[in-house]
């Protein structure tokens, strides 16, 4: 079953002298200054070459001054001027140095043609016109001496891992950190001269804004405090909330306004079922990844009549600008990015022991939730109609309490769901696994080893996609069908242990516990990549690394390594918890498929009569499936072909679904 869901410093030097780069073009000819001494180039730079006697003497003339030929250009008197014919004298650039005459019978042109774009040429005064020769640059690298064969220090190691932290947005120490400007985002260096009056106006503060990758709207100023010891409100004066920062509303709200325009399913149900109201009264407990996508399902939910409280399922998934507008808009959120584990069960519970409010349905998501309530408040379940569960690891702990006979009320499997697991599990990881890795590595992808343990839909979408990126892909597998279809897919099915000392890059997505264990890490080659596409941090031995021989270096957001004695490392993404949503994003509109059955699960469950669903797990009915997909084939232009009354009663179907029996594998 599947689970759902640092280069040398260098240097460039140009031969023939340095540019002179701060200069600014004076509004009137600048006297000429003193010549370098004989054997010096520009700036006093020795000159690599010897000048010739008479070039010496020429230049050590009294007459060598203003009315005098000036030296070549290169600063080495025993060289031409830049291959110049004899009375071509080169004039410097405008923008660097002092202005040319453009009345000058020689002076130089600039070709801007796209033969020769950005070539200068020299005028004589006999009209000849003389191509000045490029530029030449050379890159030297800082220590020619250096040897990267060589494993980095301790002291090394810790600069390196320095050196890559700041290049987060969000590993600035107080002291590093970019000045913040009211409005709740930081500006790179360039854009705060606008609120020094450096600018002329602020749009030109926004494009700089804009075009600097390392800003962020995040207020970092309270970085270090945690939400739990802040007292904020919304504009409504409510504080039944908690997030990161309440003033990131805005754009939050942008964020949620950009998901629904892929979110077409969603958008047509609310619209559709708005009237009607099919959730009013029901009170909904939620725990979830608290996306952009999350929270239009929560606002449809909203839409249809029902009021919702909810939590994040992962500690690092969560969107902080995000929480904050559904905060804004009045839903209870509890969950900011970077929580604790300690945080992790005070947000859920708070968003379960309320007082005048009991849910009475729940949307789980790895069943944390519906642990919780049985663990701490068993009575609740006596009002709860129904739960609805989307993940593998979630769905697993509903068929144990159902088999103990613990299960106290009908739950919808939605992980099994067709809409759920050919598309969500299949497509949006096969999307999400590289942007993850992108993010956090900045690795390529091209001819890297990576074994994927488990074969499922998780599975398929992640070696698809690192197979089409060009890399040589493993599978360990336990299922003989699973593992049968690997190989005739063409990837090479191996036991981990084989392959564990030359991979680059080691992915989980099984949905159990212990896949990676602390010998497959100890044998791990020197920077390998360890992370987990599964639901759950059980697939991958963490708990293990935290040892005191082992040292851990947080190099980014997300990001750690764990440093063996001898110097090995491997990086560790999100501490072995969900990839995708904790280091990226994943794609909108194939989250829309899954929102879309988990809203029509709900509506399900909360409206069934008495009796049609007993204490056990079901999977959604087969025109259910049909019914969402259907909502999304008009963003293709799609057209579906219609079944004659002769084909529908030659096939024993309906005209209208379901097409397919209930035991149909797609």
């Not at 780069?21 to 010549?35: C, D, N, T």
Request: charged share 25%.
């Amino acid at each position: 079953m599947s689970v759902q869901v640092a280069a040398p410093a260098v240097e460039l030097k140009e031969l023939g002298g340095p540019r002179d780069k701060g200069a600014a073009a004076p509004s009137r000819p600048a006297e000429p200054g003193p010549l370098p001494p004989p054997g010096l180039g520009v700036a006093g730079a020795p000159c690599p070459l010897p000048a010739p006697a008479g070039e010496r003497e020429a230049a050590a003339a009294p007459g060598a001054g203003c009315g005098a030929e000036r030296p070549p250009a290169s600063g080495c008197p025993g060289l031409p001027a830049a291959g110049l014919p004899p009375g071509a004298a080169k004039v410097p650039q405008a923008s660097a140095m002092k202005r040319s005459d453009p009345h000058h019978p020689q002076h130089r042109l600039r070709d801007g043609g796209d033969g020769g774009a950005g070539r200068e040429a020299m005028v004589s005064p006999d009209g000849t016109v003389t191509e000045a020769p490029r530029t030449v640059k050379k890159i030297q690298f800082a220590d020619q001496k250096q040897e990267f064969n060589k494993r980095p220090t301790k002291i090394g190691r810790r600069s390196l891992s320095r050196s890559i932290s700041q290049s987060s947005t969000d590993s600035y120490s107080s002291e590093e950190r970019p000045k913040q400007l009211s409005v709740g985002f930081s500006l790179p260096h360039s854009a705060q001269a606008h609120a020094k009056g450096t600018l002329s106006a602020p749009k030109e503060a926004m494009k700089l804004w804009l075009a600097h990758p390392a800003a962020s709207y995040t207020d970092s100023s309270d970085d270090e405090t945690s939400p739990r010891d802040k007292q904020q409100k919304n504009s409504k004066g409510s504080s039944d909330f908690c997030v990161k920062n309440i003033k990131q509303a805005e754009f939050g709200r942008r964020e949620i306004e950009i998901a629904e325009q892929e979110m077409p399913a969603l958008m047509a149900l609310r619209k559709r079922a708005q009237g009607e109201k099919p959730l009013a009264g029901a009170k909904i407990v939620g725990c979830t990844h608290i996306t952009a996508q999350t929270a239009v399902l929560m606002e449809t939910l909203g839409a249809l009549g029902a009021q919702c409280r909810w939590a994040a399922c992962n500690i690092y998934s969560t969107l902080n600008e995000v929480a904050a507008a559904l905060a804004e808009s009045g839903f209870p959120v509890f969950a900011w990015k970077g929580e604790s584990e300690d945080d992790f069960w005070w947000c859920i519970d708070r968003c379960v022991n309320v007082e005048g409010w009991q849910p009475n349905m729940i949307l789980d998501d790895g069943g944390d939730l519906t642990h919780w309530i049985y663990k701490k408040y068993p009575n609740m379940f006596k009002k709860i109609k129904g739960i609805v569960e989307e993940s593998v690891t979630g769905v697993h702990r509903l068929y144990q309490l159902s088999k103990a006979g613990k299960l106290c009320v009908p739950a919808m499997n939605v992980n099994d769901s067709v809409t759920k697991q050919k598309f969500d599990n299949l497509y949006c990881c096969r999307e999400s696994i590289l942007d993850g890795l992108k993010r956090t590595t900045d690795m390529m992808f091209g001819g890297k080893q990576v074994v994927v343990c488990g074969y499922g839909e998780v599975g398929k979408g992640c070696c698809a996609a690192l197979k089409a990126m060009g890399s040589i892909v493993y599978v360990t597998e336990i299922d003989p069908i699973c593992a049968l279809q690997a190989c005739m897919d063409g990837f090479r099915l191996v036991k981990l242990n084989e392959v564990i000392r030359q991979v680059d890059i080691v992915i989980t997505c099984t949905g159990n516990k212990n896949v990676v264990t602390r010998e497959h890490l100890d044998r791990m080659k020197n920077s390998c990549i360890v992370c987990n596409m599964g639901h759950s941090n059980t697939e991958i031995d963490v708990a293990s690394l935290r040892t005191p021989e082992l040292t851990w270096e947080r190099v980014r957001s997300q990001v750690d390594h764990v440093i063996w004695p001898d110097g090995k490392r491997i990086v560790l993404l999100a501490e072995g918890r969900l990839l995708n949503l904790s280091c990226s994003t994943v794609p909108t509109f194939v989250l829309s498929i899954t929102a879309t059955t988990q809203a029509l699960a709900l509506i399900e469950l909360y409206n069934a009569p008495e009796g049609r669903y007993k204490q056990d797990v079901y999977l959604l009915p087969k025109k259910m499936d049909e019914y969402v997909a259907s909502l999304h084939l008009p963003t293709f232009d799609a057209h579906l072909t219609e079944l004659t009354d002769e084909q529908a009663k030659y096939l024993g179907l309906n005209k209208n679904g379901p097409f397919k029996p209930n035991y149909y594998r797609y």
